[in-house]
């Protein structure tokens, strides 16, 4: 919106508190809800995602990436994806710590619950 060159703003930013900061291009804040989700998650692929690899991999690990609402329901899928062998590795569902996202990459399921 006025400039910013917002990779490097949060690449500094990182180095003066020792923490990740991640940018996320969303000028002006446009667009609805939904086009944030999006521009954040797009974020979290580019500077987050894969950027560590997992120490245990299975053949039957998935990943669940949804918004912060459906962890209600998770605990209702959860038991049964145990029941049958499957282990969830990561898990996103909005507050979760960075670290959680790092090792997401080499699991053969991705399963994405939208808002919608």
Same mark, same amino acid.
Request: charged content about 25%; proline content about 8%; overall charge neutral.
């Given at each position: 919106?006025i400039?910013?060159?917002?990779?490097?703003?949060?690449?500094r930013?990182?180095?003066?508190?020792?923490?990740?900061?991640?940018?996320?291009?969303?000028?002006?804040?446009?667009?609805p809800?939904?086009?944030?989700?999006?521009?954040?998650?797009?974020?979290?692929?580019? $500077?987050?995602?894969g950027t560590?690899?997992?120490?245990?991999t299975?053949?039957y690990?998935?990943?669940?990436?949804?918004e912060?609402?459906?962890?209600? +329901?998770?605990?209702q899928?959860?038991?049964?994806?145990d029941?049958?062998?499957?282990?969830?590795? +990561?898990? $996103?569902?909005?507050?979760?710590?960075? $670290?959680?996202?790092?090792r997401?990459?080499?699991?053969r399921?991705?399963?994405?619950?939208?808002?919608?």
């Amino acid at each position: 919106m006025i400039g910013d060159d917002i990779e490097a703003v949060c690449q500094r930013a990182s180095e003066k508190f020792g923490k990740p900061v991640i940018p996320v291009d969303a000028p002006g804040f446009a667009g609805p809800k939904n086009l944030g989700n999006k521009l954040g998650a797009e974020a979290l692929l580019d $500077h987050v995602i894969g950027t560590v690899e997992p120490t245990v991999t299975t053949p039957y690990d998935i990943n669940i990436i949804g918004e912060y609402y459906l962890s209600g +329901e998770l605990w209702q899928v959860k038991p049964l994806l145990d029941a049958l062998g499957v282990r969830v590795r +990561e898990l $996103h569902l909005g507050r979760r710590p960075l $670290h959680d996202g790092r090792r997401a990459l080499g699991t053969r399921q991705r399963w994405c619950a939208p808002s919608r």
